[in-house]
C-alpha cells in the first residue's frame, strides 16, 4: 500500500468518480507512482483505469473545468483531461513555479 496525497471526487456520465494521486516510489517500495481513478457506488469502489507518472509524485490535484484536472508534482504542475473514466490525457505542459521573494512568476 502506499500514500495517497491528492483526492477529488466529481460527477462524470452520471456516475461519481473519485481521482486520487500517490505512491510510493517504484525503486524503494515496488508501489508506482500514479493518477488513478474509481467509480464509487453504494457500498465500495470499482477501479476504472490509471496514468503511470513514472518518477514523479503527485502532491495535490485540483479540478479544471468539467473535465479537466491540475496535479502538482513538486515544484511544477501539469494540466490533464479525464477524456473517459478509464483515460487521463495531458491538457498542456508543465507549469514551473517561481517563488522568489521579488518579482515571483510561473
Request: aromatic share 6%; proline share 4%; with cysteine.
Amino acid at each position: 500500500r502506499a500514500p495517497i496525497f491528492g483526492l477529488i471526487c466529481i460527477k462524470k456520465d452520471n456516475e461519481w468518480l473519485a481521482l486520487y494521486c500517490g505512491g510510493g516510489g517504484s525503486s524503494k517500495t515496488g508501489v508506482g507512482n500514479q493518477i488513478a481513478v474509481v467509480r464509487i457506488e453504494e457500498d465500495k469502489l470499482i477501479p476504472e483505469g490509471s496514468m503511470d507518472t513514472g518518477s514523479e509524485l503527485g502532491a495535490a490535484m485540483c479540478l479544471l473545468g468539467k473535465d479537466g484536472l491540475i496535479v502538482c508534482f513538486g515544484r511544477k504542475f501539469r494540466g490533464l483531461t479525464l477524456k473517459s473514466k478509464s483515460e487521463i490525457l495531458p491538457r498542456f505542459n508543465d507549469v514551473q513555479g517561481d517563488f522568489h521573494e521579488t518579482d515571483p512568476c510561473l
